[in-house]
């Protein structure tokens, strides 16, 4: 069962505080897939704003035949893919980091560890960005954000055997930017090992 079904259905019979509800309930969720897929940007803020604009207006045409919070994961994927579409076709003058916020039990950076920290961050996402999209997509649910393959096949509407096979040669292909990168060739190589430990396709 759906925990969100009677939300939904009251949003779509015109309830406003039943489509407050889902977003003050799906809000983290959703920030965390843009932040994964975008990466630290000044940006991310607004994508969510324009993930909840699309959820309040596309909110008739979900069906029920997955979990709404599956709806809503494809849909940020979605529109987090567009976004990075038009950052790529527009010229870029300016990154400014936007760290994310530490959770209570995360232990705070002093000054120079956060300014390294930062900066691995940076370098991660620009050599995220030499991938393809699909393959960006898998590798950034999966190793990022933790999704299993299955969610993310239902996500992504792609057989499970695809998500695994874009996920190998994702790491592969990022394994080897990241050596060739000095800020992140140690994490490279840890990742490596940890991969390789893992079935093949």
């Known amino acids: ?57 596309s909110l008739h045409t979900f069906r029920g035949d997955s979990r709404f919070s599956t709806w809503l994961y494809r849909l940020a994927v979605n529109v987090t893919r567009m976004h990075l579409r038009k950052r790529k076709s527009r010229p870029r ?40 999209e699909k393959k960006r997509e898998v590798l950034v649910l999966h190793d990022f954000d933790g999704v299993a393959a299955k969610e993310i096949a239902e996500t992504l509407d792609i057989p499970v055997l695809t998500v695994r096979t874009r996920l190998f040669y994702a790491r592969k292909e990022l394994y080897v930017a990241m050596r060739s990168h000095p800020a992140l060739k140690s994490i490279a190589e840890s990742l490596a090992l940890k991969a390789s430990a893992e079935d093949e396709p």
């Open 1 to 57: 069962m759906d925990p969100d079904r009677a939300l939904v259905e009251r949003a779509l019979s015109g309830d406003e505080s039943a489509f407050k509800q889902l977003f003050t309930r799906h809000r983290d969720d959703a920030s965390r897939v843009v932040y994964r897929m975008l990466g630290p940007s000044p940006e991310v803020e607004d994508v969510v704003q324009d993930v909840f604009l699309h959820v309040y207006r």
């Open 93 to 132: 003058f300016a990154d400014v980091d936007v760290p994310e916020t530490p959770s209570e039990d995360q232990r705070v950076l002093d000054p120079g560890e956060e300014v390294d920290q930062r900066m691995r961050i940076r370098a991660l996402y620009d050599v995220l960005d030499t991938l393809t």
